[in-house]
Structures are given as C-alpha cells and as structure tokens.
C-alpha cells in the first residue's frame, strides 16, 4: 500500500526532515524557538498552544496516521493559518534522537502516554531509559520536560529514571502547561482519567547545565 500522501502544509515528513534540513526547517520561520508535543492525539493542547503563543513554533508527533489526519481537519475548519504549527506521523523514537538532537528543543510535553500496563507490555513503553535520555540530550540549555500520567507505577519508572539523568531536575510544584505555553487547561484525557477517580501525576523537570 503506498504511503498517504502529506496534508500540506501543516503534515511534515521524516523524508522532508532527512532531505530538507531537519524539523525547525520545515516552519515559515525556523529561528523561533520549537516545542514538541509527543503523542498529540485527540486533544487541542498543540494548536491552542501555536495560537496562543506565536512567537514559538509548535510540533507535534504523533503514530496514529487517523489522529494526525483528524488533528490537522479540525485545524483548518478553524480557518486560521497557522505557519508555526507542524504536525508529523511517525513513532517518536524515531525523530527525537536522529533529528532534534543536540539541544533543538525548548521543551517537550508528554501528557498521559499509554503505560502498558501488563509487564509482558512493558518492552513498548515509550519512556524507557534510552527514549527519556535523547529527551534530555534534545533540549537546550534551561529547556523543560513536561509529564502527566495516570499510572502510578508507570511514574515511579520515570522518576526512577529521570533521577539518573543528572541534567534534568525536577522544578518542584509545576503543573504542565503554566508558563510560557498554553494554561493548565485539562486535557481530554485528564478529564477522562479523573472522572474514573484516578489520580493524576505532573511533573516538570529542566535541564540544567
């Protein structure tokens, strides 16, 4: 089956980035300062994010093809042009070491990724040791990691991890998404995951160097 053909010009490609000049590359303007949402979904976290605060450029990566395509339709029935805005299909793993290293990203925000809860799972944990050190080897001096989960045993393994990574720090009572983003507006999955009386984990950690 060929591959779909992008939805220009909001859809980048890992193509596009190998042959044109990495992802900050791919923005009307490539100097502005970049944040990356990883795993975008359903939510209006990113666009809101690129609306509200154009002095920045937003990316988001995403390895839902049907999430990508919804993402950018909500977009442009907003009819908004949004030239800081880029979205891209394709597993995470893949771009942030290759592409956004060293020191490309002002700050990342990983809000609720799927924990796989059965240990059998846990090989497909995105935030494994080698995926949360190309995170921290990505951002630049003073960037920030924003994380949101409801699985408590899903934390303890990144705090675990995270404590072994020496530049980042963990910035004491922050909530994700105050300062310098889009507000602590709840994301859907928040709000689904409180409903269900879950708890909810945030953390914010800045490379500190």
């Not at 720090?169 to 909530?175: Q, T, W």
């Amino acid at each position: 089956m060929p591959r779909p053909e992008p939805i220009l010009p909001y859809e980048t490609t890992w193509e596009a980035w190998l042959l044109g000049g990495g992802a900050s590359a791919q923005f009307e303007d490539p100097s502005l300062p970049l944040e990356v949402e990883i795993g975008c979904g359903d939510d209006d976290f990113l666009y809101e994010s690129a609306a509200e605060h154009p002095e920045r450029n937003w990316l988001g990566i995403e390895y839902s093809r049907k999430r990508v395509r919804r993402a950018i339709r909500r977009l442009e029935r907003r009819g908004q042009a949004m030239p800081n805005f880029r979205i891209i299909w394709r597993p995470a793993a893949d771009l942030v070491g290759p592409f956004l290293t060293p020191g490309k990203v002002s700050a990342f925000h990983v809000y609720f990724p799927d924990p796989w809860p059965k240990a059998h799972h846990a090989r497909y944990r995105l935030m494994d040791p080698a995926f949360i050190q190309s995170l921290c080897d990505s951002l630049a001096p003073d960037g920030t990691l924003d994380l949101a989960t409801d699985s408590d045993d899903y934390v303890a393994e990144i705090r675990a991890t995270l404590a072994d990574i020496g530049d980042l720090v963990a910035v004491p009572d922050a909530r994700p998404g105050v300062g310098g983003v889009a507000g602590d507006r709840p994301t859907v999955f928040e709000e689904r995951w409180r409903a269900m009386g879950r708890t909810i984990h945030f953390h914010r950690y800045r490379k500190d160097v």
